[in-house]
């Protein structure tokens, strides 16, 4: 097989949910070897997340891939030998515990690069390491209500709206693999590791964009706006004859210029508003009525045509049905198929990007709760008595 560009990586995946373990996810989609550790008895709750077949956790399948999993519980004694000795042995930890728990365990930053001064310790939690709010819970929710995300989101005269699924973490997740692949890229240049301090409620103000600059410098706050843009007219979603729905985007002056041409409204190109994305925005109902009433009498598969002969940018909105049949998707194979020992042929998205030359790959999808314990604990070098002293504890 090609060699993939983190052979040789090991990562401690000591994460639940989602941000941090979808972390470990990504460096084991391009090679790294990632050694889920999960309670005992209370494993990774995304394995109850969602719906499930044949009382398998199916979002476990996704999060859970290209990762060997053991179990040890890091609060007993044992675990924490136990744990300290892996630690040894990887590349990078990710964790996120509420800040004080490893240290409560006696497994800090102090205590790992005492054993590992190579170690990249990467700590996701809601609020970060320091602050006010620091030792409060956090959770993607609270992160998409104080980024700015859900007030900005939805229609002007309507609630603001949560996205239904974990956006804030998601974004992290990708956040936390870059920072720890930067702190990676650190250690070869001074042979040191470091803490990365992942809180969730920052990248997704980042994805956000230049909001923070322009209050400071014009008071400006964004307000909802639907479907619409306030940088860009016609920008909307429009329900076709069939009751499909398709979005449209102009950010171009070209393409809006092609779409009003399509349409049949020439005329609205001469008007002095239509020179700029902006003034554009502002005379939307205008530009949407002439763009929604044209795609009102016309069925779905029609629209797309005209649009894609006109050079014009437009979009079916698909459910996930349509996602899996889409041309597109089939020809990048964004969602494949891994052979699972309990499921049997399953589909999930596949590796986030292709390399040309060190390609990444789903080897397997997520592995039942402790299933590598032995192998991975034999191979570090504890013998029969060591686990079953272990398990005698309860720390396996």
Do not use: C
Request: charged residues 20%; glycine residues 10%.
């Amino acid at each position: 097989m090609t060699r993939t560009p983190l052979d040789g990586l090991r990562v401690l995946d000591v994460a639940t949910l989602f941000a941090g373990p979808l972390a470990a996810t990504m460096l084991g989609d391009f090679g790294a070897e990632v050694v889920k550790i999960e309670h005992p008895t209370r494993p990774d709750p995304s394995r109850g997340h969602g719906p499930s077949k044949d009382g398998i956790g199916l979002w476990w399948k996704l999060l859970g891939r290209n990762k060997h999993t053991i179990t040890l519980d890091l609060s007993k004694p044992g675990g924490r030998t136990t744990f300290l000795r892996l630690a040894e042995t990887a590349d990078v930890v990710i964790e996120n515990f509420r800040p004080g728990t490893l240290e409560k365990w006696d497994l800090g930053w102090p205590e790992l690069q005492a054993v590992n001064p190579g170690l990249v310790l990467a700590r996701v939690t809601g609020f970060g390491q320091f602050g006010p709010s620091s030792r409060r819970p956090g959770f993607g929710t609270l992160a998409e209500a104080m980024s700015g995300f859900a007030a900005i989101t939805g229609e002007p005269d309507a609630p603001p709206v949560l996205p239904p699924f974990g956006l804030a973490d998601s974004i992290a997740g990708l956040a936390t693999a870059y920072a720890v692949m930067t702190a990676l890229a650190a250690r070869d240049r001074t042979g040191e590791g470091q803490v990365v301090d992942m809180a969730i409620i920052e990248p997704i103000l980042t994805v956000l964009g230049p909001q923070p600059t322009w209050y400071d410098q014009l008071g400006h706050v964004q307000e909802r706006t639907g479907n619409r843009s306030a940088n860009n007219a016609p920008r909307n979603t429009y329900r076709t004859a069939d009751g499909s729905w398709v979005a449209v985007s102009t950010s171009a002056q070209s393409i809006a210029e092609r779409v009003m041409r399509l349409v049949g409204r020439p005329e609205l190109i001469d008007e002095p508003w239509f020179a700029s994305g902006a003034q554009r925005a502002e005379h939307a109902d205008v530009l949407d009525a002439a763009v929604g009433s044209w795609i009102a009498e016309r069925p779905r598969d029609e629209v797309l045509a005209a649009f894609e002969k006109a050079e014009a940018a437009v979009a079916p909105i698909q459910d996930i049905r349509e996602v899996m049949t889409d041309p597109q998707y089939r020809a990048l194979d964004t969602v494949t198929t891994v052979d699972d020992p309990e499921l049997g042929p399953l589909r999930m998205q596949n590796v986030l990007f292709r390399l040309s030359a060190t390609p990444g790959a789903i080897r397997w999808a997520g592995r039942p709760h402790g299933a590598d314990t032995n192998e991975i604990l034999t191979e570090l070098g504890l013998t029969e008595a060591d686990l079953t002293a272990l398990r005698t504890e309860g720390a396996l």
